[in-house]
């Protein structure tokens, strides 16, 4: 996913994440990955397809919808 890709998803997780959770820690629970692991998504970093598979799920989006 080029740079551009990744911060146009890492907003759109940010933003539905402020709809559903009180913080990022509360929506990486959620998606059973670290609070670290979550941050790097909001921030436009790459992450491990399976970690975007967890994100879909907490922000109950389709799967494959980050990845």
């Known amino acids: 996913m080029g740079t551009r890709d990744l911060a ?3 907003s759109h997780v940010r933003t539905r994440r402020l709809e ?5 820690l509360a ?3 959620a998606a ?3 609070k ?3 941050r790097r998504v909001e921030e436009g970093m790459g992450v491990r397809e ?3 598979a967890k ?3 907490a922000l109950g989006w389709d ?3 980050c990845g």
């Open 32 to 34: 059973g990955i670290s």
């Open 20 to 24: 559903l959770y009180r913080s990022r």
């Open 63 to 65: 799967t494959r919808s």
């Open 55 to 57: 994100v879909d799920r």
């Open 8 to 10: 146009r998803l890492a």
């Open 27 to 29: 929506a990486a629970e």
């Open 50 to 52: 399976v970690t975007y």
């Open 36 to 38: 670290d692991t979550w």
